[in-house]
């Protein structure tokens, strides 16, 4: 029925665009109007000539003269005869063609139809599709009921309507959990990364569909981590910053990536979580001893790139966007407990205009690991400067603190929003690199003109 409903308004403006140029072609006069102006051409053929035989008899004209007169008012009648039966032809050639295109082309086109469609297969695959559904709903509600599907269904029948329906439904994610799953043991990576990021979106919260669409993701991408992969593995190891499969997760991607700082942060805090156990649990140990393989691997490729690249130069004073400065000497004693004091001037200007919500952020970040900062503090601040101390109690992850790094720079943040996440209207200064086990000091100038956007 679809299909006629296309097939009938296509065949009209079919003929619509065929036979509308033709009316509005040479378009044919009435055959009284024809026949009107032959009878008038007669007319005054007749009061013509009866004026030439007047003019001869009463010597006005000589016969030589009034036979040449007679012979081009003859032509004339003649040309005009043949002028009226033109265009009566004309006439009758449109009618004729019109006729035959408003007969041939609807004609033709159910012909073609009826010949070639794909009538049939639609038919037949929306009878296995209404057939299929509710199998597709019991296996979904039950996967274990997909053991008794039947040898006469086929496979990619049976997956096309379960993707079409779980398409049709507004939430099902445990649908598409299964369908990703499936996909995966069929070997179609792009398909099964597709579901599963379906289900994770539509469940956002439930840790089985995340950590599963990150493993899909780096699946796909040969094992190398992708911002989608790791966007969701960052936000997870802060939601569940003692789950080992995030951060095994997050070690693989970053070894396949060859980021190596990174891999070595991720198998430390993943050693970390895993803690100890009594050496009679041998699965366990071998884990920890893989673990450990990994990380030593992923520490001998970052010295070895580290030992390639030129010795950096530390430099003193911050960027243009704010400055820095350490009270330490150069070859300072570690601390057992590092911490790094900030001092942040302002403008007191900015606290008088600034909303309710506006807070200001000071943080650490590693050079190297994981993105997050490794010790932050949120403070309403009444005036400039603002004194505070980075310590390992200010860390987010108990797995990523000051103790665990050489080399950190220093950030204030005055945010509008009071939310961390970075802002087009933010002003941030940012230090020098550092060492937390120095005890170092840092000052950060906070201004509007020298602010970065993030």
Do not use: C
């Not at 036979?19 to 032959?38: F, G, I, N, S």
């Not at 997909?146 to 096309?160: K, N, P, S, V, Y």
């Amino acid at each position: 029925m679809i299909l006629w409903l296309m097939f009938v308004p296509i065949v009209l403006i079919s003929l619509i665009v065929l036979v509308y140029p033709l009316l509005k072609r040479d378009a044919p006069v009435l055959l009284d109007e024809d026949e009107t102006r032959m009878r008038a051409n007669v007319v005054l053929y007749r009061q013509r000539l009866a004026e030439f035989d007047e003019d001869l008899a009463s010597g006005k004209l000589q016969p030589d003269m009034h036979e040449q007169l007679v012979s081009e008012l003859k032509l004339n009648l003649v040309e005009a005869a043949r002028v009226t039966r033109d265009r009566r032809g004309v006439q009758r050639s449109h009618v004729w063609l019109i006729a035959s295109l408003v007969v041939i082309i609807p004609a033709a086109s159910g012909w073609l139809y009826t010949q070639f469609s794909p009538r049939k297969a639609v038919d037949q695959w929306l009878s296995l599709q209404s057939n299929l559904q509710p199998t597709v709903q019991k296996i979904i509600d039950d996967p274990s009921a997909m053991r008794t599907l039947g040898e006469d269904i086929d496979l990619r029948d049976f997956f096309r309507v379960m993707q079409r329906y779980l398409q049709s439904q507004k939430q099902n994610p445990d649908g598409w959990s299964l369908f990703a799953d499936m996909m995966s043991r069929l070997d179609v990576p792009g398909q099964a990364t597709v579901a599963a990021r379906k289900a994770y979106e539509q469940e956002p919260d439930n840790r089985r569909y995340a950590l599963r669409f990150a493993q899909l993701e780096l699946a796909s991408n040969e094992g190398k981590m992708t911002p989608r992969a790791e966007r969701v593995l960052r936000e997870w190891s802060i939601k569940s910053p003692n789950d080992p499969g995030v951060f095994m997760l997050l070690g693989m991607g970053y070894y396949a990536s060859e980021q190596w700082a990174r891999a070595v942060d991720a198998w430390q805090s993943l050693l970390n979580v895993m803690g100890e156990r009594p050496s009679e649990d041998k699965e366990y140990q071998a884990a920890v001893q893989s673990v450990r393989r990994n990380l030593n691997s992923a520490r001998a490729r970052l010295d070895r790139t580290l030992a390639s690249s030129s010795s950096p130069t530390a430099p003193s004073v911050a960027a243009s966007s704010g400055k820095a400065s350490s009270d330490k000497s150069s070859s300072p004693a570690l601390s057992n407990d590092p911490k790094v004091h900030v001092r942040v001037n302002g403008d007191t200007d900015m606290l008088r205009s600034a909303p309710a919500s506006a807070r200001l952020f000071v943080y650490a970040k590693a050079i190297a690991g994981m993105p997050m900062p490794v010790a932050v503090k949120k403070l309403t601040p009444t005036s400039f400067p603002v004194d505070v101390v980075l310590t390992v109690g200010d860390a987010m992850m108990p797995t990523a603190t000051l103790a665990q790094h050489q080399a950190v720079k220093v950030f204030a943040r005055w945010s509008l929003s009071g939310q961390i996440a970075p802002d087009a209207q933010d002003v941030v200064a940012e230090s020098a690199l550092v060492n937390p086990a120095s005890d170092p000091s840092v000052v950060l100038e906070l201004a509007a003109e020298a602010g970065i956007k993030p």
